[in-house]
């Protein structure tokens, strides 16, 4: 492999440049219902993305502690952040995958720029990230995918696809980060957005990938085999669907009486003040 300092000395190693007419990177990184990290794995997967480099961890990590495996210490691991490159056929089209299995804790800033300048060397001339929306939406509901951009002209694009633009809003971490450094440095970028349900948010949330994945694929212009996140996204939804249910019974357990309850309280408390009487009972 190539070893390369990035801007702010960090090593990143390369071990090819794309030579294709356009290229573009999806940036990912774990997030709200591991939107991101979802669809940046199953499209290495299903594209058959080679590894073509990868970011010194020790520039951003610091193990705290080891796996122990039948009671042998195993070496200290750290999270990977690697590129995967794919690129069609006819070199029309090349996309870089970047995958980072972890944010870091600290220096995040320093690791979109590290990301940045990967993607410069490679000859990327978009960005995309994608993240979970929260919202209001019922977990059996069609999942809508919004949009964000980097520049007013990127967002007509958008119309074309049925991607939802909302106003104002943030998107936290790395995600989202990624996008506003490339704006500075005057590379286009686009985030999509899947909605998340949010009583749903600390569960992986295949569906929201799989909205996400549908638009991505469409503006970019490749095939992609979606049958298997399909099914996993119709599992997922059908465990969100008992915990909703489950929650739905704990709140009505919890915050209403039966009839029957209520008749018994009253004439238990039937030899004490009515004004003490009325305020139990407001109370249900």
């Given at each position: 492999m190539?070893?390369?300092?990035?801007?702010?000395?960090?090593?990143?190693?390369?071990?090819?440049?794309?030579?294709?007419?356009?290229?573009?990177?999806?940036?990912?990184?774990?997030?709200?219902?591991n939107v991101s990290l979802i669809l940046a794995q199953y499209l290495k997967e299903k594209l058959g993305a080679r590894e073509v480099?990868?970011?010194?961890?020790?520039?951003?990590?610091?193990p705290v502690g080891v796996m122990v495996r039948e009671n042998v210490v195993e070496e200290p691991r750290f999270p990977e952040?690697?590129?995967?490159?794919?690129?069609?056929?006819?070199?029309?089209?090349?996309?870089?995958?970047?995958?980072?299995?972890?944010?870091?804790?600290?220096?995040?800033?320093?690791?979109?720029?590290?990301?940045?300048d990967a993607a410069?060397?490679?000859?990327?001339?978009?960005?995309?990230?994608?993240?979970?929306?929260?919202?209001?939406?019922?977990?059996?509901?069609e999942t809508k995918v919004w949009g964000v951009a980097t520049r007013t002209e990127l967002l007509d694009e958008f119309s074309r696809y049925k991607v939802v633009l909302r106003g104002t809003l943030r998107i936290a971490g790395l995600n989202g980060l990624i996008l506003g450094r490339a704006k500075e440095r005057g590379i286009d970028g686009m985030c999509l957005l899947g909605e998340v349900p949010g009583f749903a948010t600390q569960m992986a949330h295949p569906k929201a990938a799989l909205a996400v994945l549908s638009v991505f694929a469409e503006m970019i212009g490749i095939?992609?085999?979606?049958?298997?996140?399909?099914?996993?996204?119709?599992?997922?939804?059908?465990?969100?669907?008992?915990?909703?249910?489950?929650?739905?019974?704990?709140?009505?357990d919890q915050f209403t009486e039966p009839i029957w309850e209520q008749n018994q309280t009253e004439e238990e408390e039937g030899g004490e003040e009515d004004e003490d009487s009325d305020q139990d009972f407001g109370r249900n």
């Open positions: 190539r070893e390369r300092k990035g801007k702010k000395g960090v090593s990143i190693s390369l071990t090819e440049k794309p030579q294709v007419d356009h290229c573009v990177m999806l940036a990912s990184w774990p997030g709200i219902g480099g990868e970011i010194d961890p020790v520039d951003f990590f610091e952040s690697k590129f995967y490159y794919w690129e069609k056929e006819d070199r029309s089209l090349g996309v870089v995958l970047f995958i980072g299995e972890e944010q870091p804790r600290s220096r995040g800033y320093e690791m979109v720029e590290t990301v940045l410069e060397q490679l000859g990327v001339g978009r960005i995309f990230s994608c993240a979970a929306a929260v919202t209001r939406i019922h977990h059996s509901e095939d992609i085999d979606t049958e298997e996140l399909e099914g996993l996204s119709k599992q997922s939804e059908m465990e969100m669907d008992v915990i909703s249910k489950q929650a739905t019974a704990a709140y009505i």
